[in-house]
């Protein structure tokens, strides 16, 4: 059974120190190779958005400056993907700005196309194309799509200072449809739009209610849009508050990637550092997010070496790392284990 809110709450008020150990202590207990999984980016249809949501550079709603664009032609995504792979990256993820995908929609066929064209690859591909239906959230795992990213971005009584054109709970339902289609999901939040620490634990306590835990949870920092709502009402996050809801949700979620997301451009390498330490496990690699400059890869390549965790898999092998269930049983032993 997952985390309640009232749990994560107590989690959350630990003693910094005592919150990071035990975040750490999980983390290795439950290391798996590569020790930092690198993601790579691809928006394959910029802009034009008829959603509002308030942070986002390609809602139709705001004059951010992004034009919507046609879909990727397959050669081009191919290319992209190459490239990236050659990089190292470890998984794909393919983004759309549209309001979702029905069944019938032409463009979910298109998409499809676009999924089997990087079959050859044999990289993880994560798609996030908004709200799905039930027979498009089928047909994209037929097609090869493992992931699906949905993110829930904020608690469910914040979400309407950020959304009007869809509420928390179609984003709710769309992450059922994709799991119940055998996709992993990956949904996470937005820190910085003017939320409390509390509407964050809602989304995590959402996310622990669902049938299934995601396979993944990305935590991005809000980067402030010109033109969108949230250019102005962006409320900066003492670097404590993001570290503190990575590690719960390191340890709410031990066998889930949690995701070092967007904004990791504002943050020092060595607050970066303190992210992993605290249970972030995986980063978004390459110059460009999905219309916003990422950290640069040669400054990801030199922290994740000073480190020592760039490519651990050429280094230790996959074998040291492999199994997601925890190496020992002490988790059951300490005062974080929580009753039957
Ligand atoms: N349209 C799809 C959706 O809404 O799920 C996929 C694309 S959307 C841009 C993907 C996610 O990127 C959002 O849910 C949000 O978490 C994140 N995001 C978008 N703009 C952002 C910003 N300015 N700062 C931080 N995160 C942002
Ligand atoms: C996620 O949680 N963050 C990524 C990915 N999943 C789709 C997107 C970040 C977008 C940052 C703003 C931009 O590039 O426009
Ligand atoms: Fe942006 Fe996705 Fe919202 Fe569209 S649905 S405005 S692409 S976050």
Redesign the pocket.
Known sequence: MGYSLAELEELYQLPLWELLSEANRIQQQYRRCPQIQLCYLINVRQGG?P?D?A????SAHYPSGRKASALMKPAELLACAQQAKEKGVHRLCL??????LKEDDPKLAEICQLVETLRPLELEVCT????LAKGAAQKLRESGVGFY???L?TGPRFYPRIASTHSFQD?VR?LEVAQEAGLALCS???I?MGESWRDRLELLATLSSLPGAPESI?W??????PG?P?EELRAPVPLWDVVRILAVTRIAFPKARVRL???RRELSQEAQALCFLAGADSIFFGEK????PNQPEKDDRNLLQELGLWDATDRFGSRLFASPEPASSAVAQTRFSRKK
Do not use: D
């Open positions: 958005c959603e949501c942070y986002c550079a390609q983004g759309a700005a549209w309001r979702g996030t194309l908004g709200l990213n949905h993110n971005n984003r769309t996470g939040g937005i910085g990305p991005n920092l809000l980067v402030p849009i969108t949230l997301s967007a904004g997010l999905l219309t916003v």
